[in-house]
């Protein structure tokens, strides 16, 4: 006998709330795989003007990551793997240059090609400056300007304090050299605090505007250009830091650092509101299963709530919907169901009601 029509449409309404709240149930922050189908290693992620993720692969691949989907971009690297993609590439990726293992692809206008194994690439005024393991490369005027010859380059930044630009290299066995953007070719050395030998893989700007170095010995920071480095202590002063990005403090908590080493990926909040910046407590681990980061945290870039980073795929860390939630959702399904079938014929209501 089925139930009364109010019993019934009560389970299939239930049911429908079930079906439609499934996916909607927050269930915390997690690290979940979100890369490009068939895609081999993942060697380079940036994040576009556009707000798309940009991700190079060890195959010469480029991909871009807009509206929950991956597409091919459609650029020929010659196979060469993509080692250096620019932060601030918009539009069409495949216009703006982009370096690989075999040299730097889409050079400014004007230039000749420059065939050596890129590091990394950064636009420091109106010059691109190209980082390699044998010195750097400045845009000129119709040539290419090499200086630093024999020192190994791994990282550029760029910092603006009291209205002068300054660019940042860090390199590996020799700190960090350091210049003004109006002299690209005269370059300091910037290691005053620094270990001896060490080498230095990211940097990062604070909201005070101070330089955080991450290197194979942990974190150092600086007040400014050219003054000494002092160590910043999350606890990881043995590891090697080989990313770094900041978000910017907010409202109701301070400026949240995000470290990439080759144990995963790492956060830990920053205070600077002493004069100098401190941890306000050791660096936070983010548990994964062990086949989820097999390699080093190479590149964090934000995205939505969280960030993405690539660890040989590329990898979304932040707020998820509830683990299993398409459980609830078929529960619900089968209530709406059950709910239908019980729901009693106009025949049978007229039955229930004369009796």
């Given at each position: 006998m089925k139930a009364s029509r109010h019993v019934a449409i009560g389970i299939a309404a239930l049911g429908l709330v079930l079906l439609i709240a499934g996916p909607l149930i927050p269930g915390g922050e997690r690290l979940v795989r979100n890369a490009p189908a068939d895609s081999s290693h993942i060697t380079d992620l940036a994040r576009a003007e556009d707000g798309s993720i940009l991700a190079g692969t060890q195959d010469g691949e480029l991909w871009r990551y807009a509206n929950d989907l991956w597409t091919r971009v459609n650029v020929d690297l010659g196979g060469h793997p993509v080692t250096a993609l620019s932060a601030d590439l918009a539009g069409d990726a495949s216009k703006g240059p982009i370096g690989t293992g075999g040299g730097l692809f889409n050079a400014p206008s004007g230039l000749p090609e420059l065939r050596v194994r890129v590091r990394d690439e950064i636009l420091?005024?109106?010059?691109?400056?190209?980082?390699?393991?044998?010195?750097?490369?400045?845009q000129g005027d119709g040539q290419w300007l090499r200086t630093l010859e024999g020192i190994s380059v791994y990282r550029l930044e760029t910092q603006t304090i009291n209205n002068q630009r300054w660019?940042?290299?860090g390199t590996i066995s020799d700190g960090v050299y350091s210049a003004k953007t109006e002299d690209l070719l005269s370059w300091q050395p910037n290691r005053d605090g620094l270990p001896e030998t060490v080498n230095v893989f990211s940097f990062v700007i604070t909201d005070g505007g101070r330089l955080i170095a991450g290197t194979d010995q942990g974190l150092f920071w600086q007040e400014a250009p050219m003054q000494p480095w002092q160590r910043l202590k999350v606890g990881l002063e043995k590891s090697r830091m080989l990313s770094l990005y900041l978000e910017s403090a907010k409202s109701k908590r301070a400026e949240r650092l995000w470290i990439g080493s080759d144990d995963g990926l790492w956060r830990v909040d920053i205070d600077e509101s002493g004069g100098a910046p401190e941890a306000e407590a050791f660096a936070e681990?983010?548990?994964?299963?062990?086949?989820?980061?097999?390699y080093g945290v190479s590149w964090i870039v934000p995205f939505g709530d969280g960030v993405m980073l690539s660890a040989g795929s590329v990898y979304h860390y932040g707020p998820m919907g509830l683990k299993g939630w398409y459980w609830i959702s078929l529960a619900g399904l089968v209530l709406l169901l059950v709910g239908g079938w019980l729901i009693p014929s106009h025949k049978e209501a007229d039955r229930s009601a004369s009796a």
């Open positions: 420091a005024g109106q010059r691109l400056l190209v980082g390699t393991g044998d010195g750097l490369y400045v660019v940042h290299l681990l983010i548990q994964a299963p062990p086949d989820h980061v097999r």
